[in-house]
Nanobody, 123 residues
Framework: QVQLVESGGGLVQAGGSLRLSCAAS????????MGWYRQAPGKQRELVAT???????NYKDFVKGRFTISRDNAKNTVYLQMNSLTPEDTAVYYC?????????????????WGQGTQDTVSS
């Protein structure tokens, strides 16, 4: 069974930092793009940043210069370093991975989601 397990969320004061991790496990043949999304109370889930298997990154404007996405392909893990946090960054953060799975003799490919981690920034 394929799983994305997140860790590293919590409570921090404005101006502080958090580092999120998301590890993929299971019958994974390959991992393509990975990314982080967030959902604030009463709002839709939104993209934060993505990273390709080759390490190319893309950020939404509201996190540019503050957040850094990275990955360790040997560990099937994606990270999100979040600096200069503001209360507007308070949300549940979800990782997403485009995975190719090998199971019962077949390959399949689709996106998987982590369970989400609550990050709260106090003013």
């Amino acid at each position: 069974q394929v799983q994305l397990v997140e860790s590293g969320g919590g409570l921090v004061q404005a101006g502080g930092s958090l580092r999120l991790s998301c590890a993929a496990s299971g019958s994974i043949f390959s991992i393509n793009d990975m990314g982080w999304y967030r959902q604030a109370p009463g709002k839709q889930r939104e993209l934060v940043a993505t990273i390709t298997s080759g390490g190319s990154t893309n950020y939404k404007d509201f996190v540019k210069g503050r957040f850094t996405i990275s990955r360790d392909n040997a560990k099937n893990t994606v990270y999100l370093q979040m600096n200069s946090l503001t209360p507007e960054d308070t949300a549940v953060y979800y990782c997403n991975a485009d995975l190719e799975i090998y199971s019962l003799g077949y390959y399949s490919r689709r996106g998987y989601w982590g369970q989400g981690t609550q990050d709260t920034v106090s003013s």
